[in-house]
């Protein structure tokens, strides 16, 4: 089990952007592949970037090129700055660690206004 704080969100026009943070304990944080996610009220959550141990990077199509996932290792961080929000990017926004995929935090909620 780890322990994953979110942070970060807020309310924000559409355009904007926000940086979400993710406080992550764990011993081995620096070799994990860390994840963000998002819940939008009744829908299912969904999976919304990766960056694995070595920095490399994925993201759900629907915000490539507009969201960036990083990871600060020795502060076990992990970020996720968002540019260019739409409306449809409003949710409670949730981290992951790999190892532990059952191990959610409270989430961080993002609320974007037309």
């Known amino acids: 089990q780890v322990q994953l704080v979110e942070s970060g969100g807020g309310l924000v026009q559409a355009g904007g952007s926000l940086r979400l943070s993710c406080a992550a304990d764990g011993i081995t944080f620096a070799i994990d592949a860390m994840g963000w996610y998002r819940q939008a009220p009744g829908k299912q959550r969904e999976w919304v970037a990766t960056?694995?141990?070595?920095?490399?990077?994925s993201y759900t199509s629907s915000v490539k090129g507009r969201f960036t996932i990083s990871r600060d290792n020795a502060k076990k961080t992990l970020y996720l700055q968002m540019t260019s929000l739409k409306a449809e990017d409003t949710a409670v926004y949730y981290c992951?660690?790999?190892?532990?995929?059952?191990?959610w935090g409270q989430g961080t909620q993002v609320t974007v206004s037309s």
């Open positions: 960056i694995t141990n070595r920095g490399s990077t």
């Open positions: 992951r660690n790999q190892r532990y995929p059952d191990s």
